[in-house]
Structure formats: structure tokens, C-alpha cells
């Protein structure tokens, strides 16, 4: 909830020795966070850019932790439909210059890993219309529901309501 968010980062921002505080924010994501592949990770992310795409981390997050700069640093609280977030710098990867021989397999393995991944979105997008058509969509989580109802409003509004 919101407050207990602000009760955390109350309680963050009171530690001032860095380990400390790093293994505070391990221990208080493994207790705390309802998704289970972060909580087991100690609340760690992937490495985030702005091309992280949104299926990896949510936009909301993406531009939170871009806008951070120093290892160390605490997000504000961040919601994203009824779940709240607090980012902690672990570390910052410095941008280097490659030659494109290099990476050329890793690029080209990437860019089918990208489209194998846009086709899948396209049929799941393509089951979850018929389902939905077909009323056969029951929503037995109300934060899925309320995300659900989320999307097809800004679906509709992209599509300037048609």
C-alpha cells in the first residue's frame, strides 16, 4: 500500500552506511515483493536502458531508473496500476564503443529472439481478442482485472475510441 511504501523509504533513507542499506533493500524485496522471480533475486532487475522493452520492465520503472544517476540512490515510490516500487542503484554500466563485427552474432540472434517474441505477442494479443469476444475471460486476480480493464481503456484511447 501507499503507506506502507512511505514507511520504507522512511526507513531507507535512514540507514546511512551503504551495505547496510543494500542489504536492506535485499532483505525488505525477498519479504516483501509480491512477484516471486524478484523477491527470490533479492528485488534485481535486468540491466535497464532506454530500450528496455516494456515486457521486461514496466515503462513507469524504465524511466525512474534512467532518470537516477549514483550508485546508492533510492527511487521515490513509483505505482504501477495497484502495486508500488522502490528502485536502488546497485550499479550503473558505462556505455563502450564496439566494432559491429563483434557483436554481429549476438545482434542477429537478438533481433530473432525480438521477433520470435513480437509473433508470440501478436497471437497471444490474437487469442486473449477471441477469448474476450467469446466472453470466456474470467479474471480470478482483481490487480490482472484492474490491468486488463487498464489496457483495453488505453487500447481505445489509441485508437481514438473506435
Known sequence: SLQDGEKILKQLGEIKDPAALKAKV???AQKLSVNQATAASGGLLPAINSKTPSAVV??????QALAMK??????SLIQTGT???????????????????DVREKLTKLVRERQVGMLQMEI???LIENARRDGKIEFVNPMLKA?????????KNEMGGR
Do not use: N
Open 58 to 63: 514496466l515503462p513507469a520503472i524504465r524511466q
Open 26 to 28: 535485499i532483505e525488505l
Open 124 to 126: 497471444l494479443k490474437t
Open 70 to 75: 549514483k550508485v546508492g540512490e533510492i527511487s
Open 83 to 101: 502495486a508500488f516500487h522502490i528502485l536502488y542503484v546497485d550499479s550503473i554500466i558505462e556505455q563502450k564503443d564496439v566494432k559491429f563485427a
Open 147 to 155: 490491468q486488463d480493464l487498464e489496457d483495453q481503456r488505453r487500447f
